[in-house]
């Protein structure tokens, strides 16, 4: 069996064509929506992310501004300008890209954003919406993982599924993300032994690890739904993911590459959020 592969991108470029129909039914109401990005230091994979964002912006009708900070802004400064994005208006999300130079405490910073404009989706009061399953900005990559799964058909609901990796940003929020769609969740992660005899358990394995090619053949059942998340930059200069593709291909019913899987679909899942935030703006009013 050869796996269907997963177009992330295809799937990202649809989700914004139908986004841009909802901001031009907004800004015909007289709203823009607006995104705010704050990017510090210069660190070249966040600021490609960062050029993604402000282009996939302009794509759907997403008014977007960049503010750019010194790797050697202190915490009180970065906290002040949340708060003025805070108050303003026109400002329907604030994103502020991770990972933040080591004397900010990207906690802080966190909490530092309304809930009412967190497209992130990172803000305790999200992530304890998303928990207890309330209407909620969802984080991106999670939320684009299981947009991914949906549109291959597979029916979640009483599938066993098997999240590798526990981080706060994928592994944690995608395992709720699959057991609020009735699947049966197991995580695992780097203290779980004999990691293959419960990915083999799986008929949806995410992997969210940062370890590039760690899953291969022997940890995936015949059949299963394969997602990876893996963003891994190796010795070649080559992009890869936590899953060896070529191998598990062979096996999976469903893959998704690296890169143009998930990738593409975190940043069209944080325009969405924006588009969204916009439209209870207009609600509220
Ligand atoms: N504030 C945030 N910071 C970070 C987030 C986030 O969701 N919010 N996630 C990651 C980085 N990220 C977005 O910010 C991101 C990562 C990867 C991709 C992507 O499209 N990847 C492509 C490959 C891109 C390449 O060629 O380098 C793919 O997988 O196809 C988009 C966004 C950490 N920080």
């Known amino acids: 069996m050869t796996a269907t592969v997963i177009d992330g991108k295809e799937t ?62 202190t915490q009180e400064e970065l906290l002040a300008e949340i708060e003025k994005l805070n108050q303003n208006p026109n400002v329907h999300g604030i ?83 699959l057991l609020q769609e009735n699947a049966t969740v197991t995580i695992c992660h780097s203290r779980t032994p004999d990691l293959a005899a419960i990915t083999k358990q799986a008929d949806i394995l995410v992997v969210a690890v940062g370890k590039a090619h760690m899953i291969g053949a022997e940890h995936v059942k015949p059949g299963t739904v394969v997602i990876d998340v893996g963003v891994n930059r190796i010795e070649t200069g080559k992009l890869v993911g936590d899953v060896k593709f070529d191998e598990v291909k062979e096996i999976a019913s469903h893959i998704t590459p690296v890169p143009g899987g998930v990738g593409p679909m975190t940043i069209t899942m944080l325009l969405k959020n924006t588009v969204r935030s916009a439209e209870r703006g207009l609600e509220r009013r």
């Not at 009061?125 to 900005?137: A, Q």
């Open 95 to 177: 994103l502020v890209q991770l990972p933040l130079p080591k004397h900010i405490a990207e906690s802080a910073v966190i909490d530092a954003i309304s809930p009412e404009k967190d497209v992130d989706g990172f803000h305790p009061i999200s992530v304890g919406n998303m928990l207890i399953g309330n209407e909620t900005f969802l984080p991106c990559t999670p939320h684009g993982v299981i947009e991914l799964i949906k549109r291959t058909g597979t029916e979640i609901s009483g599938k066993h599924a098997v999240v590798v990796g526990r981080s706060n940003i994928v592994g944690k929020p995608v395992a709720m993300l």
């Open 12 to 73: 990202a470029k649809k989700i914004r064509e139908e986004l841009a129909i909802e901001a031009k039914a907004l800004a015909e109401k007289g709203i823009i929506p607006g995104l705010t990005v704050i990017l510090v230091g210069n660190d070249p994979a966040s600021e490609s992310y960062v050029k993604g964002k402000i282009k996939g912006c302009a794509e759907v009708g997403i008014h977007s501004e960049l503010i750019r900070m010194e790797p050697t802004v």
